[in-house]
């Protein structure tokens, strides 16, 4: 009789449980997703057997701004039946079919320039608002691998909310599937990049915490109309530490960029979060890296001639709840590394000399700028008012003279300070950069861009034998302070219809703020002329630092109000037309012979 009544009491639970479950399912995901300050909602749920809802028309929005994160056809979950029993619903199974996810919207802050703002604290809504999120992320890394539900997704198309932002993919198929080995990852898709590149991932993380795979990345070459690939492997152990808290990468890990290893380490704690990662390569040489990276990732890298190897070296320490704690470390550590003058082909050696500088501007602009005394716009560095110099010094490169083309000290206070704006908001950008980006480069914002920045700069300060002086020499020659305006002599001109060899202080702090949105310097100006409150503070602030670096005397910097700047030059006609009702244009036109763009 007792086993016929425990069987008829089991049935029950059974049937109980089938029949709650779409309830169970539908409380746990909203649950899962208030968690997080989402809203899930859907058309349609229905429950298949033996335990799986499946919800159709589904949608994920975010109530505190208003708009929709997620949108998908159907989103199935699957519930093991004992949990229910047991009164601890767990997921065995998801699955999501064509869905459209969408990035929250990126705020680029300042150029690589120095934030005169007010520091914002790390208590501040958005960095609370990014600490949260990494906590987020530092526990669904730490979920219990072994207990994931299985995971299938079909054309999931991930898109940046604003159109221009490169961000966002799609997967066409994602399968994570639980083998007597471990775990298996399987995905296809294509990365949105400057064109769309296509990717195939395999994974493998064994129960014995050993992380294996790899994955191809084809890149686009539109010069070539062909398709690079990228090979990438990984082979290492990666542990969660439930009890602490902390998933650990092993300092042995070892990643494969084509034919360069690398060793790569770190840990991710959910105290703080605190994120430290470890990089490391030895014996990296020319011929290696030609024959792992793409020509189009390279660029004008592809023309660089070097012989001799160096090593790598680069550490992150980041704690969330701390930025001001951050430590960040890079070096190059070259083995008789030089520069190849017979395979010259970005003529480095020449730059000591004049030569005629081809300026990249954005949208892949070009126009041409002869540094040579043959040119008069061209001005030694002596011909240039110290004022002026240390002006745009202060606020673009403060660490300069002290740098070799790469600043970590500023990449520092730049990770602190947009870790507790909780978005970006400022840069760490050298000198040094701002010339290989204006020579070589462009101005397209891609991580590929970045790098080839870097690795120049570097060249520039450490294999071409240039001074500090030249550098800067060439830098204030070629930098843009206006439409079609290049160099401080150009900039001079342009505002003032003076010579960069004698600069008031008023004149020298607004050309300093000028120069990270030199089209924007219309802005800067009330409608009657006079500097509008906000420049006042900037070229202040500018000054104040100008002083504690002892680049300025105390004296010498206005009170903020009482800054101002007369526009005599071009830029007068520009911000007040000859026909503006009741504003004093007369005079003639003032000309600049400014050079062509190419």
Do not use: C
């Not at 769309?196 to 991932?201: Q, R």
Request: no cysteine; charged share 25%; glycine share 8%.
């Amino acid at each position: 009789m007792r086993p016929r009544l425990a069987a008829a009491a089991l049935l029950v639970l059974l049937l109980g449980a089938w029949l709650s479950a779409p309830l169970v399912v539908s409380a746990t995901l909203r649950r899962a997703a208030a968690a997080h300050g989402l809203a899930l909602h859907w058309d349609r749920l229905r429950l298949r057997l033996p335990l799986r809802a499946e919800l159709r028309g589904v949608a994920v929005s975010n109530p505190a701004r208003g708009d929709t994160l997620l949108v998908a056809d159907s989103l199935g979950a699957a519930v093991d039946p004992w949990s229910l029993v047991l009164l601890h619903p767990r997921l065995t199974e998801a699955a999501v079919a064509r869905a459209r996810l969408t990035l929250a919207p990126h705020r680029s802050g300042a150029p690589d320039t120095l934030a005169f703002e007010e520091e914002p604290t790390a208590t501040s809504p958005r960095a609370e608002t990014l600490r949260r999120t990494g906590e987020a992320m530092v526990r669904l890394l730490l979920a219990p691998a072994r207990r994931l539900p299985r995971l299938e997704v079909r054309d999931l198309v991930v898109r940046a909310a604003d159109e221009d932002s490169p961000r966002g993919g799609r997967i066409a198929w994602l399968a994570l599937d639980h083998t007597r080995a471990g775990m298996h990852l399987r995905a296809s898709g294509a990365l949105a990049l400057a064109a769309e590149a296509p990717f195939d991932l395999e994974l493998h993380y064994g129960h014995d915490d050993r992380l294996a795979g790899g994955a191809t990345l084809r890149l686009p070459d539109p010069v070539a109309a062909v398709s690079e690939t990228l090979r990438l492997t990984v082979d290492g152990r990666l542990t969660q530490d439930h009890r602490a808290g902390v998933l650990r990468l092993a300092d042995s890990t070892r990643l494969v960029v084509g034919r360069v290893p690398l060793r790569l380490g770190g840990a991710l704690d959910r105290r703080g979060p605190r994120l430290s990662a470890r990089l490391a390569a030895d014996g990296l040489t020319e011929d290696a890296i030609r024959a792992s990276v793409p020509p189009s990732t390279l660029g004008p890298l592809t023309r660089l001639r070097v012989r001799g190897s160096f090593d790598y070296r680069l550490e992150l320490d980041l704690d969330l709840a701390r930025p001001d704690s951050v430590r960040f470390t890079a070096d190059v550590l070259p083995h008789g590394l030089v520069l190849d003058p017979a395979l010259d082909g970005l003529e480095l050696g020449g730059l000591d000399q004049p030569f005629l500088a081809l300026v990249h501007l954005p949208r892949g602009r070009l126009v041409a700028r002869e540094l040579s005394p043959l040119s008069p716009f061209f001005r030694p560095l002596e011909a240039i008012d110290s004022l002026l110099v240390h002006a745009v010094l202060t606020n673009e490169d403060g660490g300069f003279y002290r740098h070799r083309g790469f600043n970590t000290e500023a990449i520092q206070l730049a990770i602190a300070a947009n870790v507790k704006a909780g978005a970006w908001r400022r840069g760490a950008g050298t000198v040094t950069m701002q010339v290989a980006r204006n020579l070589w480069l462009g101005h397209e914002r891609t991580l590929a861009r970045k790098a080839q920045e870097v690795v120049l700069a570097w060249v520039l300060e450490h294999l071409t034998g240039l001074s500090k002086r030249r550098l800067l020499e060439i830098y204030l020659n070629i930098i843009e302070w206006g439409p079609g305006v290049h160099g401080a002599a150009e900039a001079m001109r342009y505002y003032f219809d003076a010579d960069p060899g004698r600069v008031t202080v008023d004149e020298a702090l607004f050309l300093a703020t000028v120069v990270p949105s030199p089209v924007k310097w219309r802005y800067r100006f009330a409608p009657d002329g006079t500097l509008r409150p906000f420049e006042r503070a900037q070229m202040h602030f500018i000054g104040r630092a100008m002083v504690a670096r002892g680049w300025l005397a105390p004296e010498m910097l206005p009170a903020r109000d009482s800054l101002s700047v007369t526009l005599r030059g071009p830029a007068r006609l520009e911000l007040f037309p000859p026909d503006t009702a009741g504003v004093d244009s007369s005079g003639p036109p003032l000309s600049v012979p400014y050079g062509p763009e190419v």
